[in-house]
């Protein structure tokens, strides 16, 4: 079935929800909670969009601002890069990395969420030939969805935001929706209440939706389309006006800092995650405590440990080497490309090991080297979120393989069903040689995009105006024992292939094809990556970020190929 959802409304301890609302929000009339779980897919219908079957969640809880009551958005788990880059550059959307799944059989639904490792939730219900009411589809709420809308600094030793934090509403309806059923084309289906379930399976702090508890059931729904429409089922006209609205510009952004990792994993310390005191029960852990946020401030450093690590340095032709970076980092004397393949089991970046792929070129800003992120691919379970958009790392996620056997180490990075990437080396050294390295790493943050054009922004999908960010220069502390691996007897492929048809080629390494293997080395031991440094700034970096968006933004063409490039500067100034 190409599209299919399900939604559970339950009512929950109101002290749950008031103890997580920012300023500005109050509870509601009833403490109520939304999930919802939406899997769609297009069978051969593929896009950068959609190159595989795409999943998505979301956690609501009911709140008021000003008297109008909406849903604010706590967490949205989906399995889709361009849904989540959408979503929270555009929308300020609390999305993340996860699975959700929905099977229906003999009259039954059952739908689960999982995420690291844990499967967070699960429905089981009967579904009925009844109608569900309004107040039960997919995606109602009410006045609109509530989000908080900033951006982290990059250097976290002092006050956590750049900018200032806005108060969001999203969507929305202009008139309540109807708690009676009625039947009309694309209604879905009631859930029966009487023997259902809605259950919490594996407690997370990560993802700390078990503690807003289930007292009692309110309502839910089913929906499915045998068609490729994307249709949610509503038919009420949406509110009319800025789409996302800002509702409030906070005066002290400082108030806001027990809420700065909304939308983020809390804080992780060699892959356990910070633990309130009395959690669940006295304290939210969607919310950082003030001792938490002294911590916060005070780290040193994220710290990845037990890495290995092939390092390759290639030499790069010097017209391409010029054309992928954006203005203001000069190439300097030499062109040089490095290729970094992770294999990381413990980390202050997640709760679980992961392995992840950087495409880095050689440049000089502010007359001192340094190294452009220029690709960022990562293996399930790494960062995808702070990298991204505190530091401005073009994260997306990827299959990332690592395999070393005997004295044979493989190396393979593939995407939307498109493989970027393969490696195979041997005739290693035999002696370890203790290596120290330090280098800055430069990534481009960008604003969220409903900041940069404010209110003016109606049509989130087609970006036309211009998006500010900064370059920012993180120092990458590398303590290993490294093992000369001779260039002579390196393999690096960077196919050029299409994906299946309709995902073009995104990540664009084979544009680096041709390279030369300069130095390859094996080496075990730990990184060390610092706070952040803003070293530039620019009024629109759009051209420089496109590529990161899989090369598009605009909702008109992302059912049709793209074909991204890193050539930045021959996109902008062709010959």
Not at 550 to 567: C, H, I, M, S, Y
């Amino acid at each position: 079935m190409p599209l299919r959802y399900a939604v559970v409304r339950y009512r929950t301890d109101p002290d749950r929800i008031s103890r997580l609302l920012p300023p500005k929000l109050e509870p509601a009339s009833v403490a109520e909670v939304v999930v919802d779980f939406l899997v769609i897919d297009l069978g051969e219908h593929k896009s950068v969009f959609v190159p595989r079957p795409y999943c998505e969640s979301a956690l609501w809880v009911r709140s008021s601002y000003q008297g109008e009551e909406g849903f604010l958005l706590l967490s949205m788990p989906l399995n889709g890069d361009w849904g989540r880059f959408a979503g929270r550059e555009l929308l300020a959307l609390t999305k993340k990395d996860g699975e959700v799944g929905i099977e229906k059989k003999d009259g039954k639904v059952e739908a689960w969420i999982r995420r690291r490792g844990l499967e967070l939730c699960r429905l089981e219900a009967e579904v009925t030939d009844g109608p569900a009411p309004e107040v039960n589809w997919l995606r109602e709420t009410r006045f609109g969805g509530f989000a908080l809308n900033f951006r982290l600094d990059p250097d976290w030793r002092g006050p956590p935001f750049v900018g200032g934090v806005d108060l969001l509403r999203e969507a929305g309806t202009a008139t309540p929706p109807s708690e009676e059923p009625r039947e009309g084309q694309g209604v879905p289906r009631a859930l029966n209440l009487t023997n259902a379930t809605f259950r919490f399976v594996q407690p997370s702090v990560l993802d700390p939706w078990c503690e807003l508890l289930v007292i009692e059931l309110l309502g839910g729904s089913y929906y499915e389309n045998p068609g490729l429409e994307l249709n949610f089922g509503s038919s009420r006209p949406r509110r009319k006006g800025p789409n996302p609205e800002v509702l409030h510009r906070y005066e002290d952004p400082l108030a806001l800092a027990p809420w700065m990792f909304l939308g983020h994993d809390r804080p992780v310390e060699r892959g356990l995650p910070w633990k309130p005191r009395g959690w669940p029960d006295a304290e939210s852990a969607f919310v950082l405590s003030q001792d938490e946020i002294s911590a916060w401030q005070g780290r040193q450093a994220f710290s990845l440990q037990g890495v290995r690590l092939f390092d390759l340095v290639i030499q790069i032709d010097s017209r391409l080497h010029a054309d992928v970076l954006p203005d203001g980092v000069e190439p300097g004397p030499e062109s040089l490309g490095r290729i970094l393949a992770l294999d990381v089991p413990t980390s202050d970046l997640s709760t679980v090991g992961f392995a992840e792929l950087w495409l880095l070129v050689r440049c000089v800003v502010g007359g001192r080297a340094a190294w452009y992120a220029l690709s960022h691919i990562v293996k399930d379970g790494g960062d995808l979120l702070l990298g991204r958009e505190m530091f401005g790392y073009p994260s997306k996620a990827g299959e990332v393989n690592l395999e070393l056997a005997g004295e044979r180490v493989t190396i393979s990075g593939e995407r939307a069903g498109r493989r970027f990437l393969s490696v195979a080396a041997d005739g290693f050294e035999a002696a370890q040689i203790p290596s120290v390295e330090e280098i800055d790493v430069l990534g481009l943050q960008a604003d969220t995009f409903s900041r940069s054009v404010d209110q003016a922004f109606d049509r989130p999908f087609s970006q036309t105006l211009p998006v500010k960010g900064r370059l920012v220069a993180q120092k990458w502390h590398l303590d290993l024992r490294r093992i000369s691996v001779d260039p002579g007897a390196v393999s690096l492929d960077l196919p050029d292939a299409p994906g299946p048809p309709g995902v073009g080629r995104p990540d664009p390494w084979y544009e680096f094809e041709g390279c030369t293997v300069l130095s390859a080395s094996l080496a075990t031991g730990a990184i060390r990556r610092g706070p952040g440094n803003v070293v530039g700034e620019y009024e629109d970096v759009w051209p420089y970020y496109r590529e990161r968006c899989d090369g598009t933004w605009a909702a008109t063409k992302v059912l049709n190929e793209v074909q991204p490039t890193f050539r930045i500067k021959r996109e902008k100034d062709p010959e």
